[in-house]
């Protein structure tokens, strides 16, 4: 999971501005860094190419989208069954995050749905029909006071 790609001043003011504004153009990061825009669009092709940027996106809040529930699933699976499931878990749209996890829970998620009622067909109809599943604990949101991301600093 971590692999540890090098990152230099200029990539991490370069990544600084676009987490700051994703729709900064290449000459508005070359003039703000002094330096030529060929150059800023070289590292950030490079970024992209080692992954270190993933993709361009909206950070949307899903409040103000109609998605009024934000909960966090805590999985407890059978060992043998935590890969195979976490897979499954992954390519259902409602989950945003989810990583295999130590400590009291084997898999932990975030899941963004409409309403209760989604959350429950949610719980019910996809995440009971994962193989392995011995509990879940879910936790709902009842404000949100910071939406973020991946810091480079």
Do not use: C
Request: hydrophobic share 45%.
């Amino acid at each position: 999971m971590r692999e540890n790609e090098h990152l230099d001043e200029l990539d991490r003011m370069i990544l600084h501005i676009l987490q700051e504004d994703g729709r900064a153009s290449y000459s508005e990061i070359a003039r703000r860094l002094r330096v030529p825009e060929s150059t800023v669009r070289l590292r950030v092709k490079k970024l992209l190419e080692r992954g270190i940027i993933r993709k361009f996106a909206a950070l949307i809040n899903p409040f103000k989208a109609g998605y009024n529930i934000v909960a966090f699933i805590a999985v407890d699976i059978e060992p043998n069954k935590i890969k195979q499931a976490a897979e499954e878990l992954s390519k259902l749209p409602e989950v945003d995050v989810l990583g295999i996890a130590t400590g009291a829970h084997d898999i932990l998620m975030q899941v963004t749905v409409k309403d209760l009622q989604e959350l429950e067909s949610f719980l019910i109809e996809k995440l009971g029909k994962i193989e392995g599943i011995r509990s879940t604990e879910t936790s709902i949101l009842t404000s949100v006071r910071k939406w973020g991301y991946a810091r480079v600093f």
